[in-house]
């Protein structure tokens, strides 16, 4: 069982940046993969980025290349996803999400055993 809690939500102006982190507890954080997905009102929940449990493989979404990155630091369990070059579409409730079945397609949604409560995020225009 993994307990996963999302922090470093909040408002931005378009152009700005946010770095979110997400910390887990109750397991071995390093026997998981991880992902961030979000989620915007009234839309599907969608993947923005994923990492392998030991950090050599990342993957993002075409809409997040070069603007996001995913990051994880396995001794103190967390991860981050840097988020710069904030559009107001970027506006939504991020998520992370941990795994234990390794694969490098980070982006399925059934994938992931545990999840977080969610941070807001709003980019201003």
């Known amino acids: 069982q993994v307990q996963l809690v999302e922090s470093g939500g909040g408002l931005v102006q378009a152009g700005g940046s946010l770095r979110l982190s997400c910390r887990a507890s109750g397991s071995t954080f390093s026997s998981y993969d991880m992902g961030w997905f979000r989620q915007a009102p009234g839309k599907e929940r969608e993947f923005v980025a994923g990492i392998s449990r030991g950090g050599l493989h990342t993957f993002y979404a075409d809409s997040m290349k070069g603007r996001f990155t995913i990051s994880r630091d396995n001794a103190k369990a967390t991860v981050a996803l840097q988020m710069n070059s904030l559009k107001p579409e970027d506006t939504a409730v991020y998520y992370c999400?941990?795994?234990?079945?390794?694969?490098?397609?980070?982006?399925?949604?059934?994938?992931?055993?545990?999840w977080g409560q969610g941070t807001q995020v709003t980019v201003s225009s």
């Open positions: 999400a941990a795994r234990l079945r390794a694969d490098l397609d980070f982006s399925q949604e059934y994938d992931y055993n545990y």
